[in-house]
């Protein structure tokens, strides 16, 4: 397994649209196409997500006939999989059935309690945990992967599931040989050594590896600087834990009292927004309570006696403690990365998916020891279609961090002023150029996810028009434009490390579509946004440094053990048999590694 690629379907990007790619594709070195979900969605849906009959493959994206063409075309195919939710609604005639309903889904009829997908009412959990349930809505994937039309499957949000590990057996016993799961790890968090799976997505890789290009040194001035703009001088930790605790009274209120009906215990919004990760997994059926479990529940210090309900020393409430962890997951997400990450904006490269705006940097010897423990196939990743912002925008944002007196000369010069004018500075030197109706969208979706400005459910206009003006205003001024063009070369040289780092590390490099030429987006919907396709294949005979790289080194993959080499601490590298890769950090020049070794690419060698 080479390497993947990740397509988002559409109506325009269909089985049959896909299958003109794989010519360029295979010639560009990948192994797998990295599919987003293609059973039956509901009308009009732009992501697949919202399943709606999970027997069918979509007939908006060319039905099972255009997927077994697709897999004709020579590429392998890798299937993202939702298990945890359905779209209600009247096309699936397992929720329009009042019946089967109760049956399907975590929906009590007694009182119309529809568990959710995070606080989208449109998508209601399914008890997946039920060996029927589970045989029904995952037939046809298991057909498709029995036939070898798809060779192995993405599952998405499986912390949202009853009891993750037993749905993970079961697919491997149905002979799913090849999972990865959309399991998002907080620094220093493990994945489960009992989940049968090849690894996760690759969020701990990209966190990691930004880390190492950020310049430790310039922490203090980037703190001081933050603190005189924007008057906070909290570390993060406190924003997200105001933030968790403010999701849990509000929009999780009900999933709350849904727990308060189970337990009536004080404390349980504190408890809910307490842990450091996003769940445990303790298993009541079987009384099975993990070290890791034990060390995270005493790390978020709940209440006594809940602490001994969480750990199965006190009986009888197993209900309680399943949707407690089912709970804590949204509560992280919605609280963190949509809500915290759009009040503190120290540095904005740092606030990424799964990663954590308080920690300033990473030292090689770090990234080293995550490399060395890495599943074999787990995914590397630097950008997916739920990550914040592009690779590309957050290696420029990094490169800062290399002249933090010129960044803080900018930002006086420009007279900033409050977290938001900071906030809405760095996108527009992150993803420069930009048009201004991209910036307003943004610059909209980022006060309501923040929720102190403005909020989706309360938008105040006069003031998000005020810090669209302000936004403006910036693509305007002549020094903005300048200090790009300052700070741009870095950001590129940056990128292109972090490029090589995936592209050779241990793992299964995973590309986002259109990312192997610079890409410079923001959240979602800028993310999904359509791919000039003719651009890249006239590249990819020669002529872009980042697709050429791209094309060397996965000619390089069939590669040995890793084995780290010690170069000094703003130098990242390693060996893979005979490759040697040598990546410089921060001000560092590329050192000649000797005559033994011929240069192929950025940092990459062979051995001569």
Excluded at 127 to 133: H, I, L, M, S
Excluded at 449 to 457: A, D
Excluded at 465 to 478: A, D, I, N, P
Excluded at 490 to 517: H, N, T, W
């Amino acid at each position: 397994m080479r390497a993947t690629y990740r397509l988002q379907l559409s109506p325009e990007l269909d089985f049959a649209a896909v299958a003109e790619l794989v010519p360029y594709l295979r010639d560009l070195g990948v192994s797998h196409l990295y599919l987003s979900p293609s059973l039956q969605a509901r009308a009009g849906s732009t992501h697949g997500y919202d399943v709606v009959d999970p027997t069918r493959v979509s007939e908006t994206l060319g039905g099972e006939e255009g997927l077994r063409a697709l897999r004709g075309a020579g590429l392998e195919i890798m299937l993202d999989i939702v298990p945890n939710h359905m779209g209600v609604s009247d096309e699936n005639r397992w929720w329009a059935d009042e019946e089967l309903r109760a049956k399907f889904f975590d929906w009590d009829p007694a009182d119309g309690w529809y568990r959710r997908f995070f606080t989208i009412d449109e998508l209601a959990g399914v008890r997946v945990e039920d060996p029927e349930v589970f045989e029904i809505t995952h037939r046809k994937v298991l057909e498709l992967v029995g036939e070898g039309l798809v060779d192995g499957v993405r599952v998405d949000h499986p912390d949202g599931l009853a009891n993750p590990r037993e749905y993970l057996d079961r697919l491997r016993e149905r002979n799913v040989e090849h999972v990865w799961v959309e399991k998002i790890l907080e620094p220093g968090e493990e994945l489960r050594e009992s989940w049968p799976v090849e690894g996760t997505t690759g969020y701990e890789f990209l966190n990691d590896v930004l880390g190492l290009f950020v310049d430790p040194a310039a922490e203090e001035p980037f703190t001081e600087l933050y603190r005189e703009v924007s008057g906070e001088s909290r570390p993060f930790a406190e924003v997200a834990a105001e933030a968790k605790l403010e999701q849990a009274r509000t929009d999780f209120r009900r999933e709350v009292e849904r727990l308060r009906a189970l337990l009536d215990e004080p404390g349980l919004d504190e408890a809910v927004a307490s842990l450091h990760v996003y769940r445990t997994y303790v298993e009541p059926e079987t009384c099975r309570v993990e070290p890791s479990d034990r060390e995270e529940i005493a790390r978020a210090a709940p209440p006594e006696r809940l602490e001994r309900v969480l750990l199965l020393e006190e009986g009888g409430h197993d209900e309680f403690v399943t949707r407690f962890q089912q709970t804590t997951g949204p509560v992280m997400a919605k609280g963190v990365e949509d809500t915290a990450f759009y009040r503190y904006g120290r540095l904005l490269a740092l606030n990424e998916v799964g990663g954590d705006p308080g920690r300033f940097g990473l030292e090689v010897g770090r990234f080293h020891e995550a490399q060395l423990k890495r599943r074999p196939r787990s995914l590397l990743t630097t950008f997916t279609h739920d990550t914040k912002r592009s690779a590309d925008v957050r290696a420029r944002l990094a490169a800062l961090t290399w002249i933090p007196g010129e960044w803080a000369d900018l930002v006086r010069e420009l007279r900033v002023e409050g977290e938001d004018e900071y906030h809405v500075l760095q996108t527009v030197i992150g993803a420069w150029p930009l048009e201004p109706e991209r910036l307003d969208a943004y610059v909209e979706k980022a006060l309501r996810e923040g929720k102190r400005t403005s909020s989706w459910l309360d938008p105040d206009e006069a003031a998000e028009q005020r810090v669209k003006e302000y936004g403006r205003s910036l693509l305007e001024r002549r020094e903005v434009a300048q200090f790009v063009e300052r700070v741009g070369p870095f950001g590129r040289r940056i990128a292109l490390g972090q490029l090589l780092l995936k592209l050779m590390s241990p793992g299964v490099p995973d590309i986002y579509q259109g990312d192997e030429l610079e890409t410079l987006a923001l959240v979602d919907p800028d993310n999904r946004g359509t791919v000039d396709w003719p651009a890249r294949r006239r590249l990819l005979v020669g002529g872009d440094t980042k697709l050429d790289l791209t094309r060397k080194a996965l000619a390089f993959r069939e590669l040995g053990a890793y084995e780290p080499v010690d170069l000094g601490p703003d130098v990242c590298a390693f060996t893979r048999g005979d490759v040697l890769v040598a990546v410089p950090l921060r001000h560092a020049d590329p050192k000649d590694p000797g005559p033994e070794w011929r240069s192929v690419a950025f940092g990459l060698y062979a051995r001569s």
